[in-house]
């Protein structure tokens, strides 16, 4: 049993790095295309598509690290370790989302409302 759940979270955690490269490489590509075909603006999507492929890649490390963390070394040290590697996630998802979307998460319904004045 602790085998398959170290595979289980390694194979999240190789999803998580997946994820990101292939989002890079599409991203690029994409972007390449579209700065040749002199569409508006490709840097905003550019940023976009790599800013959600990091939110979700941490997303899934996050996971990873509380599967391991809670089935295998469930001790006060493992278990404070994780608290910090989640806030420090938490805070790297945060500024993701303020460098893609203008905002902080919780300024979202003003944004909106700001946006449409």
Known sequence: MREWIELSSAGIQDLA????VASVVFGSVRFLVQLSRRVTDPYRAYKRLLGRALLLSLEFLIAADVIRTILLDETAKSIGILGGLVVVRTFLSWSVVVEIEGHWPWQSAAAAA???Q
């Open 17 to 20: 790095v997946v994820i990101i």
């Open 114 to 116: 700001q946006s449409e």
